[in-house]
């Protein structure tokens, strides 16, 4: 319960900071991904987080931490297993980057994890009916925020 607390007051957070965040969005990305408890604190301020990364947290959070990422069969050709992954897509969290590939090594920029989020706290077609991707999402953090 902890854990969606500071995710629901981190998302507040985000949007206060949204249109700032354009620029050079990876370390605010894992800043933020810290201070909401999804990514560890172990992880330098110039780390990136992975696509795969943010799966895995997510997956811990729904989990509470009784399932770590194994090799399961995803429908992406560039990942070779992923339960992580697997959920994510499978609950809409995150998006393959297109209908075969999900990109799982790429860093997460700010607005890709605020849009991550969104979705997680089930707003996402709400932020659909406000523009989409990423001016609707940026709007809908704002307006729960």
């Given at each position: 319960m902890r854990k969606y607390i500071l995710?629901?007051?981190?998302?507040?957070?985000?949007?206060?900071?949204?249109?700032?965040?354009?620029?050079?969005?990876?370390?605010?990305?894992?800043?933020?991904?810290?201070?909401?408890?999804?990514?560890?604190?172990?992880?330098?301020?110039?780390?990136?987080?992975?696509?795969?990364?943010?799966?895995?947290?997510?997956?811990?959070?729904?989990?509470?931490?009784?399932?770590?990422?194994t090799r399961k069969p995803t429908r992406f050709t560039d990942v070779f297993g992923s339960s992580a992954i697997d959920l994510a897509d499978s609950l809409g969290i995150m998006n393959g980057v297109d209908e075969n590939s999900f990109c799982p090594g790429d860093t997460v920029t700010y607005v890709q994890m605020l849009t991550s989020m969104i979705k997680f706290l089930g707003y996402d077609e709400m932020a659909v009916r406000a523009g989409g991707y990423p001016r609707g999402y940026i709007s809908v953090s704002a307006q729960i925020g």
């Open positions: 995710l629901i007051l981190a998302v507040a957070l985000m949007s206060v900071c949204a249109e700032a965040a354009y620029a050079d969005e990876t370390p605010q990305a894992l800043k933020f991904a810290q201070a909401a408890g999804i990514i560890s604190r172990e992880k330098q301020a110039d780390d990136f987080i992975t696509r795969e990364e943010l799966a895995e947290s997510y997956q811990y959070i729904i989990t509470n931490g009784a399932q770590e990422n």
